[in-house]
DNA sequence: CTGTTAGCGCTTTCAT
DNA sequence: ATGAAAGCGCTAACAG
């Protein structure tokens, strides 16, 4: 029924060389015959051998080190689902010799990011798990860490082209489209929405937001091309601020009555309309923040699109230790499902286990 | 930075014992004085210790033997998904010393299904994953296993106070009223709406589906009392027969014009309503399989309800190790989100490694 | 180039 | 009741 496991030992025996010699050819370190080579790569062949992982990582002593790069953020973040992924896969692999060390940047900068990266690409390490929000920034460093071998993965947003090992998060643009059908395909009648996004330094416009906005212009190109789509920028920290320049659009537009963030911040918005007791407006937005989520309940928000951070952040790491660690290649891209939260079914998805 | 590990050897200079002693008390196997065991406690306590699990697992060799008791089903069936979920986690045990049999029931008939878990009972095993679909004999079997300290986890529906490791899967009343919510919130003005079902040997209806009827029916009391609920009995394989049948009700019954099965099967519904050309019918179904995704897709299908299998099997499995293996108690409740699957977020749920 | 050996953290046997 | 020692499958250092 069970059949015994293949160890290096039994290699050993039916290629008539040593032990020593079967680890010289699994882990190609040269030192041996053409004629040993030969036969053990035979019987590895034939046996399908497969190392007990196990066993190597309590022989070899070998650690890990990986680095995971996210923005700075408060605890309710939804940056704070994505760290709380990694850090359990973390702990996971903590007897496999596996440590993690986090490091964050400032979203709402990018030369700081850029300078921070910098130092980063030439830190030594085993693999690095990183949220490319910057744009140049993320793809230079994933090129220079790649160049080294280093492997690295990135979540969260994906950047066409990027030589990665893999990148576990939503199809951006597919979401952006998804945004505008729940927003507008039921709704004929719409002739205006407002993006909301925040403003940032440097490069103009996180990476992840852009991809979804593309996405959103492409859905009303296509199907809405009368659609008169505005755009207002707003402080991520200045509230007094936002309320003004909330008011004077809503004065200036008050024929406005749908909108949404491409960010996690629709709670933003959502307090606004609660604030001025603005009931006529339909509001999208990404994530289940806490701040998002009582807004759904509240009926301030009508959707919110969620991508499973946890499961980026724990996927993300454990796809280094795969790659690493066990030998398999993890699938390059990783797209989440995207899920669709409205009042009804929320309660569902609310603390339950999600990795 | 990194704090070394604790190893046993530590913990016994520490304490002033031997390797042996310590080992006794961490796995309290006798043998040991009041004296050196209140010192290793003590020592165990302020290092915080944690046993290296791989070191464990190598030098015990001890093997863990899981069985997993599912429906036999098709290749392309829900069941199929489950049990990938829990044959990846083998996988991925198994260097750990753990391995999987899988037993198949027959879901049609109770009889039969009890009689084989008759057998389960009295087997030599270390845990069991068990998609209770029939009520009693999974109760009757849970509670044999647990009392012979067998950990038991359900996966797929529960089954209310049965003493069990964990649970894996929707919370199924929940989901019958998100499918009452999704088929008849936004249509005040639907006065009927039909029931399909599989008839069945032995237990009149599978606990699943009778969790979500239930659910569904609490909707219906509360939200909707005047409402005439329709019933439907199907035959699993006689597809001509279900025609007729189909035929009769429909030409009997021409106002309903909403309709849900409460299993996996919406495909057959919507096969039948794409031969006869029936547009004007509103159906909603669970899980994703290809011929309810195919029928979504075609408009024959307003909603499926999903609900993760892969990962239900997965955790599942996961869960018993977790216990035995890794001495960590997973949680007992564990549900899943209730995924709505529509036309437009569909392709975004296919092929993506759902684990 | 190759085989032998010690040892990773832990379990288990076996004297004492 | 306790410690010493062997060994799990594997790695790595070291003689030869």
């Given at each position: 029924?069970t059949?015994?496991?293949?160890?290096?030992?039994?290699?050993a025996?039916?290629?008539?060389?040593?032990?020593?010699?079967?680890?010289?050819?699994?882990h190609?370190?040269?030192?041996?015959?053409?004629?040993?080579?030969?036969?053990?790569?035979?019987?590895?062949?034939?046996?399908?051998?497969?190392?007990?992982?196990?066993?190597?990582?309590?022989?070899?002593?070998?650690?890990?080190?990986?680095?995971?790069?996210?923005?700075?953020?408060?605890?309710?973040?939804?940056?704070?689902?994505?760290?709380?992924?990694?850090?359990?896969?973390?702990?996971?692999?903590?007897?496999l010799?596996?440590?993690?060390?986090?490091?964050?940047?400032?979203?709402?900068?990018?030369?700081?990011?850029q300078?921070?990266?910098?130092?980063?690409?030439?830190?030594?390490?085993?693999?690095?798990?990183?949220?490319?929000?910057?744009?140049?920034?993320?793809?230079m460093?994933?090129?220079?860490?790649?160049?080294?071998?280093?492997?690295?993965?990135?979540?969260?947003?994906?950047?066409?082209?990027?030589?990665?090992?893999?990148?576990?998060g939503?199809?951006?643009?597919?979401?952006?489209?998804?945004?505008?059908?729940?927003?507008?395909?039921?709704?004929?009648?719409?002739?205006?929405?407002?993006?909301?996004?925040?403003?940032?330094?440097?490069?103009?416009?996180?990476?992840?937001?852009?991809?979804?906005?593309?996405?959103?212009?492409?859905?009303?190109?296509?199907?809405?091309?009368?659609?008169?789509?505005?755009?207002?920028?707003?402080?991520?920290?200045?509230?007094?601020?936002?309320?003004?320049l909330?008011?004077?659009?809503?004065?200036?537009?008050?024929?406005?009555?749908?909108?949404?963030?491409f960010?996690?911040?629709?709670?933003?918005?959502?307090?606004?309309?609660?604030?001025?007791?603005?009931?006529?407006?339909?509001?999208?937005?990404?994530?289940?923040?806490?701040g998002?989520?009582?807004?759904?309940?509240?009926?301030?928000?009508?959707?919110?699109?969620?991508?499973?951070?946890?499961?980026?952040?724990?996927?993300?790491?454990?796809?280094?230790?795969?790659?690493?660690?066990?030998?398999?290649?993890?699938?390059?891209?990783n797209?989440?499902?995207?899920?669709?939260?409205?009042?009804?079914?929320?309660?569902?998805?609310?603390?339950?286990?999600?990795?």
């Open positions: 029924m059949k015994p496991k293949i160890r290096i030992k039994d290699i025996e039916m290629a008539g060389v040593s032990k020593g010699t079967v680890d010289r050819v699994l190609n370190r040269g030192e041996v015959s053409e004629e040993s080579l030969r036969k053990v790569k035979k019987v590895l062949r034939e046996m399908n051998y497969e190392p007990n992982v196990y066993a190597s990582a309590l022989a070899s002593k070998r650690t890990y080190r990986f680095l995971c790069l996210l923005p700075q953020h408060a605890e309710s973040d939804y940056w704070a689902q994505v760290e709380a992924g990694v850090v359990k896969q973390a702990a996971e692999l903590r007897d010799g596996v440590s993690l060390e986090r490091i964050y940047f400032d979203q709402y900068d990018m030369y700081a990011c300078s921070l990266f910098e130092s980063v690409a030439i830190r030594e390490c085993d693999g690095v798990v990183l949220a490319p929000l910057f744009k140049e920034p993320s793809l460093l994933a090129r220079t860490l790649m160049a080294r071998t280093i492997p690295v993965v990135f979540v969260d947003s994906h950047v066409a082209d990027a030589r990665i090992l893999a990148y576990y939503m199809d951006s643009a597919c979401s952006g489209k998804l945004a505008a059908t729940l927003l507008l395909a039921e709704h004929p009648d719409i002739k205006d929405v407002v993006m909301f996004h925040l403003a940032r330094r440097g490069e103009s416009e996180a990476n992840q937001t852009r991809l979804r906005r593309e996405g959103f212009m492409e859905y009303v190109r296509e199907q809405r091309p009368r659609l008169t789509v505005h755009s207002l920028a707003l402080s991520w920290n200045d509230r007094e601020g936002n309320t003004l909330l008011d004077r659009f809503f004065a200036e537009h008050p024929e406005v009555k749908a909108g949404l963030t960010n996690s911040r629709a709670y933003m918005i959502a307090e606004y309309l609660n604030l001025r007791s603005k009931s006529d407006f339909r509001l999208l937005g990404y994530d289940l923040l806490e998002n989520v009582g807004a759904l309940k509240a009926g301030h928000v009508s959707y919110l699109i969620a991508q499973r951070p946890e499961q980026q952040g724990y996927h993300g790491l454990r796809a280094l230790a795969q790659s690493l660690i066990f030998h398999q290649k993890p699938a390059e891209l797209l989440m499902p995207m899920d669709i939260l409205t009042k009804e079914n929320i309660d569902f998805y609310l603390n339950f286990p999600s990795i």
